[in-house]
Nanobody, 125 residues
Framework: QVQLVESGGGLVQAGGSLRLSCAAS????????MGWFRQAPGKERDLVAA????????SYANSVKGRFTATRTNTENTVYLQMNSLKPEDTAVYYC??????????????????WGQGTQVTVSS
């Protein structure tokens, strides 16, 4: 069974940084494609970052390019989302996800078949 467990969310002032972690042993070990999504109240769940199974390729939403970085490490079976220069509009519940049928970059939410429970990120102005 695939389990994804996020951590690292919290409250931060605008301009600050947070690092989210997602423990995903089977997804990491099997080199599945992974992604980070976020959902703000009243809005759809949107892709923030996608990372390939090897970790060699990434893709980011325009709104976070240059500020967020997704990485994965096989030694820790974890995928990370480093978030810098945070803005109030980054406030949302952040989810990590795993696409077990793919090893490249996956940007479509419906192609992800495993999801974490989410972690709240709140950025105050």
């Amino acid at each position: 069974q695939v389990q994804l467990v996020e951590s690292g969310g919290g409250l931060v002032q605008a301009g600050g940084s947070l690092r989210l972690s997602c423990a995903a042993s089977r997804c990491i070990f099997s080199n599945y494609a992974m992604g980070w999504f976020r959902q703000a109240p009243g809005k759809e769940r949107d892709l923030v970052a996608a990372i390939s199974g090897s970790g060699g390729s990434t893709s980011y939403a325009n709104s976070v390019k240059g500020r967020f970085t997704a990485t994965r490490t096989n030694t820790e079976n974890t995928v990370y989302l480093q978030m810098n220069s945070l803005k109030p509009e980054d406030t949302a519940v952040y989810y990590c996800a795993c696409a077990s049928r793919f090893q490249g970059i996956v940007t479509i939410a419906t192609l992800y078949d495993y999801w974490g429970q989410g972690t709240q990120v709140t950025v105050s102005s």
